[in-house]
């Protein structure tokens, strides 16, 4: 197995569009990288990392842009992401596209994996990079944290929407105007040298409204995401997976974890045991799943909280109302309101 795992042909493309504006003879740096054009005919083909990561060092060198992997962000497209892009495009919030970028981003490749760090005021959103190796890492990157934010003002029709900053765990440029070219991007400070990359701003963001919702198309594409994962043999985990039934019985009866546990064929301890070993556990998962659909109905319908609570499995409105507080700070009422003062 390649340790560096794979990048589909659609994030692919992406790098080469940014190459050829600099006037880079692709054709020559894919044949010297070992990878036939022909290989590049089907969007969700995949080239394996060692192979990638060779192609992009010369795509780096040919195109004598130390900001090459930044520049390339700019290339962003919702093809570049197969099917999670489109997901993305169907969720409701910021924060509800970034979970599904975390559950499908092996559909575009495992160069790497997202996490998202949830504080008291803010939130941090890290992609740990499987790349050793300088200079591919840098670029990859500052490509990705690039790409979500193009991407993100994309999706909610804001382009000049910002994290609070941005920090990389690579030194900064040599040159001032190099120090701009990243401000300009990210609108918002750039720090080098950091302890991990990450980008950084108010948890509130997450809530920001995507401009194309449509949970009946979401529920479509996540489906058939989840069998191209199944036929591209990638495993999910438990936790996704505990996931999927709580979001499959979304709109019923909520199984309980016994229920789960024996459609997944475990016992109930055993549920337990490996939860805890993913770093997660039945009620994380269960509360998840339960804040991702109350905000869900609050944005897109006049439902009583009450019909929520009930749908949701919740004992009553109060443990509802308790519940959503804890997770977001403001009552079920208070952020409906907000989001239509908004708007």
């Known amino acids: 197995m390649?340790?560096?795992?794979?990048?589909?042909?659609a994030a692919l493309r992406q790098y080469l569009a940014s190459a050829r504006v600099l006037r880079?003879?692709?054709?020559?740096?894919?044949?010297?990288?070992?990878?036939?054009?022909?290989?590049?005919?089907?969007?969700?083909?995949?080239?394996?990392?060692?192979?990638?990561e060779r192609l992009l060092n010369e795509l780096i060198e040919r195109g004598n842009d130390p900001l090459f992997g930044l520049h390339t962000s700019e290339h962003v497209q919702p093809g570049s992401y197969n099917v999670m892009g489109y997901i993305a495009m169907s969720a409701g919030t910021v924060g509800e596209?970034?979970?599904?970028?975390?559950?499908?981003e092996k559909?575009?490749?495992?160069?790497?994996?997202t996490e998202t760090r949830l504080h008291e005021e803010h939130s941090e959103?890290?992609?740990?990079?499987?790349?050793?190796?300088?200079?591919?890492?840098?670029?990859?990157?500052?490509?990705?944290?690039?790409?979500?934010?193009?991407?993100?003002?994309?999706?909610?029709?804001?382009?000049?929407?910002?994290?609070?900053?941005?920090?990389f765990e690579h030194p900064g440029p040599r040159f001032l105007h190099q120090q701009r070219e990243y401000e300009r991007v990210f609108r918002c400070p750039v720090r080098f040298n950091r302890p991990y990359s990450a980008l950084i701003g108010p948890r509130r963001l997450l809530d920001y409204?995507?401009?194309?919702?449509?949970?009946?198309?979401?529920?479509?594409?996540e489906a058939h995401a989840a069998r191209q994962l199944q036929a591209l043999g990638i495993a999910t985990s438990l936790g996704q997976r505990v996931r999927q039934c709580l979001e499959a019985a979304l709109g019923g009866r909520l199984p309980d974890r016994d229920q789960v546990a024996r459609e997944l064929r475990l016992n109930t301890r055993t549920l337990h045991r490996r939860l805890a070993a993913e770093g997660t556990g039945w009620q994380r998962i269960l509360d998840d799943v339960r804040l991702e659909r109350a905000k869900q109905r609050l944005r897109d319908s006049d439902c009583p909280q009450g019909?929520?609570?009930?749908?949701l499995?919740?004992?009553?409105?109060?443990?509802?109302?308790?519940?959503?507080?804890?997770?977001?700070?403001?009552?079920?009422?208070?952020?409906?309101r907000g989001l239509r003062d908004a708007g």
């Open 2 to 9: 390649d340790p560096l795992g794979f990048i589909s042909v």
């Open 24 to 52: 880079v003879d692709v054709d020559q740096a894919l044949a010297t990288a070992g990878i036939a054009a022909t290989e590049l005919t089907d969007p969700e083909a995949r080239i394996r990392g060692a192979r990638f």
């Open 97 to 104: 596209a970034l979970s599904k970028v975390s559950r499908y």
């Open 107 to 113: 559909l575009v490749g495992d160069m790497g994996t």
């Open 125 to 167: 959103i890290l992609w740990h990079c499987r790349y050793p190796r300088q200079p591919a890492r840098r670029h990859l990157i500052e490509n990705v944290f690039g790409s979500w934010l193009h991407y993100t003002r994309w999706l909610t029709g804001d382009l000049r929407l910002a994290p609070g900053e941005v920090w």
């Open 209 to 221: 409204p995507l401009r194309q919702p449509d949970p009946t198309l979401l529920s479509t594409l």
């Open 307 to 311: 019909e929520i609570a009930e749908d």
């Open 313 to 336: 499995g919740y004992a009553d409105i109060r443990c509802f109302q308790r519940s959503f507080k804890r997770r977001t700070g403001l009552t079920p009422g208070q952020w409906r």
